[in-house]
């Protein structure tokens, strides 16, 4: 692993983890309403394309990052998508 791999996956973890509070307010209080639907679904398909850019270039800390942010995104689109039906 080189330094520019450490330093991808530095980086990775730090725009990967600015997410977790998010999700975890968002299940805690039963609410995305300040989350912006349209923000998400864009955001969302971004960061697909990061992951897919990540495969084609066989980076690992870009696909890492993405795969994972995508995830926590889902997660927070889905909870919103939940709890505004109720």
């Excluded at 990967?16 to 989350?35: E, H, R």
């Amino acid at each position: 692993m080189t330094n520019i791999d450490i330093l991808g996956f530095i980086a990775a973890a730090l725009t990967t983890i600015a997410f977790v509070p998010q999700l975890v307010k968002t299940w805690q209080t039963k609410s995305a309403g300040d989350v912006s639907l349209g923000m998400l679904f864009t955001f969302c398909t971004g960061v697909f394309l990061w992951l897919l850019y990540g495969i084609f270039i066989q980076s690992w800390p870009v696909i890492t990052a993405n795969f994972l942010t995508l995830i926590f995104n889902l997660l927070i689109l889905s909870l919103k998508i939940r709890f505004e039906k109720v």
